[in-house]
Structures are given as C-alpha cells and as structure tokens.
C-alpha cells in the first residue's frame, strides 16, 4: 500500500516549486538554495525511498558523543562504540578514554568505564557473546620536528637461569662507553635466561624483552649514533653482572605510536570490562579472527616501540583466558584482512591498514596456521593500492566467494583505486578477477553485508584521509547473483579514515566517524572529528508489510540441529540467513558473513537446519533473518551457535 504524502512533504514541495520559480526571477544568486530545496524534496518522496532508501542522522545527545572509532554489534542488540582517546592527544594525556553504549531501539545510551586507552585496539566476537578486546595506544606518535628528547629502543638482557628481573618505569641506562643515561617510560619483565645440558655441557643463552626509553634531558647532546652497552642503575653484585642493556641509534626520528598488552572481555550482561591476561606482545592495530573451536588469532601491530610485530602471532584461549605463541612466525601488515575460511585456514585478501614495508606481507593467499604455509593466490589488480581496502565475504558464505574494494597507496600516498576484486576460493586454483567498478576511487569504503544477499558500499574519500576535499558522498548496492552495482541514496556526510558501518538486527545500518586530516581544499585548516552518526534504511524497508518471526525469545542451536518458528506470513519466506553481527574499525570487519540455511516453510512457521561445519558458522551469537520472495527481511531474533563438540 502506497503512503499518502504527508503535510510536511505538501508543504515541501510548495516550497521548492516556489523557489524555483524566484530563482528564474533572480538569477544564479538563488539556484545553490533552490537546488537543495528540490533535492531535499526528492529524496523524501515514497517512491524515491522505495527505489533507494534513505538516510537519517541519529539525533545523540552531547554529552554521548564521542570519536568513534571502533564499534561492534552485541547479542543484546546494544551497539558498543569505543572511542579510547580517540586520535586526540590531550585526551591521551588526560587519561580520558571513552565507550558509549547505544541502544538503537530505545536510543538510550551509557558511559561505560574504559580502563586502557583502546584507541586501535582488535576485537572481536567470542563464543559466549562477550567480546574481546586487545591491545591499544601506550604511547602517541610524535613527528620529527616535535620530538625533542632522545630515544628508541633498549634491548634489557638477563643471564640468570635461576630468576627473572622486573625493572620499574624510570628505570635508568646509562652507556658504558659515552655515558649518557637514559630512561625507560614502562615497566619491563625479562624472563629467567635459558639454560640447557648438564655438567660441563651447560649453556645458558640470555633471556631479552624490549623496552622504550628517552633521555633526561632535552637536546642534540643527548643522541647516540652506535651500539653501546648499558649498565642499569640500582643494580649490585651478580644481579649487575647478569643483567645489562643494549641499544643502537637513540635519536630524534619520528616516534610511532606504540602498542599495549592489555585485554578485556566486554560482558554485554554486565555491560563492562572484565580485565583479562595481557597478550605476549604489545599491538596497536592488530587484527583479531574468531577460529572454528572459538579460540582467537592475534594478528601485526605496532609493539611496544612502535615497529610493526615481527610475526610474533598468538591464540587467546577463552577457557583459559590466556594467550600462547603461534610455534612458527609470519608477518602482516597492521590490520590485515583475515578471514577464517575451509578446514579451519585463514584468507588474506591483502586488504591492510597503516603500517609495514610496502614489499612485504601485502600478497593475498590461503594460511594454514598448523604447518604455517602459505599459498599464494595470483590475479589482485591495483596490487599496489590494497592498503585502505575493504574485504567482504560475499553472501552467502558457502560459496567461499571474497570481495576486495578500492583502496589506496602505502602510507599518505594520492593513489586511489575504483576497482573491485573477487576470488572464488572453491576453484582449484583461486584467482581474482575484477568486479564491477565502485562509485569513484576510493580509500576507506564501508561495506555491509544486507539479509537480502546484497552489499551495501557507502563513502570513503580519494586521498589520504580526505586531503584537498576528497571526500565521496556516494553509495551503492552490490548484488552478488548478478555480480551488478546499482546506486542508492547518499550518504548525508562524508566519511573517511576511522569511520565504518554496522548491521543492526532490524535491517538498518549504522554509520560512524570520519577523521579528515584537513577541512578545506587547500589543507590549510585542521580536520574536525565526523561525531555525527547515520541510520540508512535500505528500499527493502519501504515495502510495507515484512515477514515476523513470532517466536522471538533467544535460543542455543547446535551445528547440524534443526529449530522451528512460528512466524506471520510464513507462506512468502522464501529464504533464511544467519548473519553473524559486525566488530568494524579502520576498514576492517572480517565478522560480518551471512551463511544460508535450509528452510522448509509450514502453515504458520518454518524449520531451519544448521549446518555442521564450525569452519562457516565459527561458534558465536547469530541474528537469524527469513526473507520473503520480494526480498523484504524479517527483523532478527537472536540463536547462539556453541563450540563444537567434535571439530573435523
């Protein structure tokens, strides 16, 4: 049934026909204000929304904005926006570190306690619906014209097999050979040195962990140009014998930003952190991936002094809260696309953020992480612009088919990229070809996977961080089926580095942030921080009546097991996905993947089955979604799929 205009969209429309009409009166004076009015008038006509959906600004109270830069989309249907101190260093020095949880059905919101700066952190969905967060900002990059006291790295050894030495923050070096002291801004624990053979035989191979120190004082006077060895002060006896520093250049170069150990549980129960055991090594921009038996990889960041990990990779273990070592290493870029994909493997589809060598760890390929091979998958075009891309799995996800889209060039490089990229992981042997073309080059697109199988893509901008106006207020709808775009109504603002977008369980997405370096064309003027959030409502919400899935109270469903509904219009539903719910930052939302179900359809309900492989449907909470012959979704309800008993 149609919608009769209302009178706000009469007087509308009185309005624009009467500006245009004084706009042939006075001139070109009028046409930019006449031009807004007409489009503004458009785009909330019925039919326009219909066709291309619309777009609302999500009115937040002032005292709830924040610089979202990361949010994820819990089990109780609560949004989790983390902002930590949001790129904003007098918020990092004022221990400010914020998270807001938004309820979008009540559009209720609360301040949640954050207990480390999780600005860039990893995240991701665990098993029981809590969601990990690990890693953040230790330290804030300083560029090399603001740093103004020595610096870098200290290696702190320990050749004592029978006891480890844990050095305080403050802790003083001071170098054998030029004698200039320095001090470390962390805490250090050095483990016990290793020992091995018996007798005679006994070697004892020193133990090393790393810390960030700086000079006492400011000035050129306090640099070193060689490799020296440190003395610690305070230490006596065998204990300064054991124990010793060695550092190369401490200089004035650029200071990265530096990582975190730190890890949290966010129990949306309780809504709060629960501190669990730190990861063995400090990351900011780590990605973190959900595995088949619902343990978790940690992937690349920045450690503690601010070098990108060397392939030092992790699991979480949720029973244990603890992390171990992967046995073998492999290097990523900061933030890399990975995503869990057959047998329990893992995809890299060269998406990226941030940091890394431009000639290193940035080809796609398939991860067997038991025996650490890697296989190469060829054909990526722009191979040389995958940094700011995004990756989609393409709906639904047995077809194992992966969506690369846009990107830019290494670091603050102009280069952009239109091109889309898809590889079908079921062939023999995987290639990319190209998609169709996005709406414009750009870095940083936002793309979501609908329960009608489409993808949304929306904004981005066509240089680094928005630079010289770059921003694209586009947006567009993917059809996979079809392998076709067609473009939908744009977006209200424009979004670029630190922005994303969500799912919500009622079919709308959400979108968040924006981080523009400069705000005007000749990047003369700082960027101010995009806190404005949208609400885009697809055309499948403006076709009147949508299945509804009656029985909505929460449910366990275990692989392979079949569930039954009850649900109003049941004869229309003509499919069902799972969708599991989005965890978005920096380009990045490797959760979101929408997995089809058999479905048998009864008078007044249906049946869906599971299925049995923990590879597709990694353990987690799922929104469930039946979808009539139109296209049109149900709201979701929510099922938990648990660990697997008995993994293939």
């Known amino acids: 049934m149609r919608l009769n205009p209302s009178r706000r969209t009469r007087r509308m429309a009185i309005g624009a026909a009467v500006v245009v009409a004084l706009a042939g009166m006075n001139g070109p ?5 006449a031009a807004d009015q007409y489009h503004d008038y458009k785009i909330n006509q019925f039919e326009y929304k219909e066709k291309n959906g619309h777009w609302d600004v999500v009115d937040v109270p002032k005292e709830y904005r924040i610089n979202t830069i990361h949010a994820a989309l819990l089990h109780t249907g609560k949004v989790l926006l983390i902002a930590g101190s949001g790129n904003n260093a007098a918020n990092f020095k004022a221990k400010s570190f914020r998270t807001v949880l938004w309820d979008p059905r009540k559009d209720t919101y609360k301040d949640i306690p954050t207990p480390k700066d999780l600005f860039c952190a990893g995240h991701t969905q665990l098993a029981d619906g809590k969601l990990l967060v690990a890693g953040g900002t230790q330290r804030y990059e300083k560029l090399e014209g603001d740093v103004t006291k020595a610096g870098g790295l200290m290696i702190v050894h320990n050749e004592n097999p029978d006891k480890p030495m844990t050095f305080p923050a403050g802790t003083r070096f001071t170098g054998r050979s030029h004698h200039k002291t320095f001090e470390s801004k962390d805490a250090v624990l050095v483990p016990r040195a290793n020992k091995t053979g018996e007798g005679d035989e006994v070697k ?12 006492l004082g400011k000035g050129h006077e306090y640099e070193t140009g060689t490799t020296d060895n440190y003395r610690i002060e305070g230490l006596t006896g ?14 004035f170069d650029k200071k990265d930003f530096q990582g975190i150990k730190d890890s949290f549980e966010f129990d949306p129960v309780a809504e709060r952190y629960v501190t669990v055991d730190p990861m063995q090594e400090a990351r900011w921009y780590p990605t973190l991936t959900t595995l088949q038996d619902g343990r978790v990889l940690s992937v690349s960041g920045l450690d503690e002094i601010g070098q990108v990990v060397p392939g030092k990779n992790e699991i979480y273990d949720p029973a244990t809260k603890k992390w171990t070592y992967l046995p073998k290493e492999r290097f990523f870029p900061t933030y890399p696309a990975l995503f869990l994909t057959d047998k329990g493997k893992i995809f890299y589809t060269g998406s990226n953020a941030g940091y890394g060598p431009a000639d290193k760890g940035r080809v796609p390929g398939l991860w067997d992480l038991e025996s650490n091979d890697f296989t190469e998958v060829p054909g990526i075009s722009d191979p040389d612009v995958l940094e700011t891309s995004m990756s989609v799995l393409l709906p639904p996800a047995q077809q194992q088919r992966y969506m690369v889209l846009g ?14 990229r898809i590889v079908d992981l079921r062939e023999e042997n995987p290639r990319f070809h190209d998609g169709p073309d996005l709406y414009a080059k750009v870095r940083y697109p936002s793309s979501v996977i609908l329960p ?3 993808v949304l893509t929306t904004n981005g901008s066509g240089d680094y961080r928005g630079r010289s106006n770059s921003n694209v207020l586009r947006a567009e ?14 977006p209200l603002v424009g979004r670029n580095y630190h922005s994303g977008a969500l799912l919500l369980p009622d079919g709308r997405v959400m979108t968040f942030g924006s981080d523009s370096l400069f ?24 076709r009147g009546e949508r299945p509804v899935i009656k029985d909505g109270q929460r449910r366990t469903v275990r692989l392979g097991e079949q569930t039954t509904y009850r649900a109003d219009g049941a004869k229309s539903i003509a499919k069902a996905r799972l969708i599991r719910p989005g965890s978005f930052t920096h380009v990045t939302n490797i959760e979101q993947r929408s997995i089809a179900l058999d479905l048998t359809v009864t008078g007044d309900g249906f049946t869906v089955t599971m299925p049995k492989d923990p590879s597709l449907v990694p353990p987690g909470w799922y929104m469930l979604n039946v979808i009539d012959a139109k296209g049109t979704p149900s709201e979701a309800v929510w099922i938990k799929v648990p660990v697997a008993e008995e993994l293939p």
């Open 452 to 454: 009608d199988d489409t």
């Open 407 to 420: 990107g830019g060039g290494v670091g603050e490089d102009r280069k952009s990229t239109a091109k889309t």
């Open 204 to 215: 004892v191979t020193a133990s090393t962990a790393r810390v960030y120190v700086e000079a």
């Open 477 to 490: 709808l993917y059809d996979p089926r079809t392998n076709s775009t067609r473009p939908v109504a744009d």
């Open 519 to 542: 705000g005007d064309k000749d990047n003369t003027k700082p960027g101010v921080f995009q806190q404005q959030m949208d609400l885009y409502t697809p055309p499948y919400g403006f």
């Open 238 to 251: 065998v204990d300064a014998q054991n124990s010793y520093g060695i550092a190369n250049k401490l200089s």
């Open 29 to 33: 004076a009028i046409w930019g204000y």
